[in-house]
């Protein structure tokens, strides 16, 4: 790796995602390629299934942990409403890695419930407001993939192969893959490893038509 990469990246979701696990995965792969990294995060809501954002700044020259306005490479959204809350931070034609799982706000849900409403809002109106900044979107069946690895929890483990697909991103699949290893249980490294290579050969299919990639090295 360069040591003059770098990548701008927010990851967002709802707590009991995973969101620390990946955002420390990526980092432990940053260590092992002497990459410095910075992170800037909001955390500790995971009981209210409050939202959950992390910046993560790859490289050289970052003296600040928060990625500005506008400036962000790259969005990972592991629950697709959270991409609305931090679209903001994503630079035109920016890359957003995008859960098709919905999970509704719970103010929202107890409104629309008081009202006895079901217009909760939809996965098509999610990505076509994302469309508006960018098209380079890859909506990714992340719960479900992860149930094919053979654990639903692997689910943050899809977002991070997906990531690795990306040409910009300065870190390649086996140093990441070096970090799964080393960060989860032994007894649950099969699952973890499987469901990364399921989000890599996923990034594929959704968005490497339209973002370079590196050359496919999973089948």
């Keep these: 790796m360069s040591q003059d990469s770098s990548f701008d990246l927010v990851i967002c979701g709802v707590g009991g995602q995973g969101i620390v696990l990946l955002s420390n995965i990526i980092g432990r792969g940053c260590a092992k390629a002497d990459l410095e990294a910075r992170t800037g995060e909001l955390h500790g809501l995971s009981q209210r299934s409050g939202t959950i954002y992390i910046h993560m700044r790859i490289g050289k020259d970052n003296l600040s942990p928060l990625i500005p306005y506008g400036e962000a490479d790259a969005l990972i959204s592991l629950e697709a409403v959270e991409a609305l809350r931090y679209l903001e931070y994503l630079k035109d034609d920016g890359v957003i890695i995008l ?13 629309l419930s008081k009202e006895k409403r079901t217009d909760f809002i939809k996965f098509d109106e999610i990505k076509e407001k994302l469309n508006v900044i960018t098209q380079n979107i890859a909506p990714l069946p992340a719960l479900d993939l992860a149930k094919e690895a053979g654990n639903p929890l ?19 699949a086996e140093v990441l893959k070096e970090s799964v290893a080393e960060s989860v249980p032994k007894k649950a490294l099969d699952v973890n490893l499987k469901a990364f290579d399921l989000g890599y050969k996923a ?6 038509q339209t973002v370079e990639c590196v050359e496919r090295k999973i089948d």
């Design 99 to 111: 859960n098709k799982r919905v999970i509704n706000p719970p103010i929202e849900v107890a409104q």
């Design 154 to 172: 692997t689910e943050n483990v899809v977002f991070i192969g997906a990531l690795s697909a990306l040409k910009s991103f300065p870190l390649d």
């Design 203 to 208: 990034a594929y299919d959704s968005l490497c």
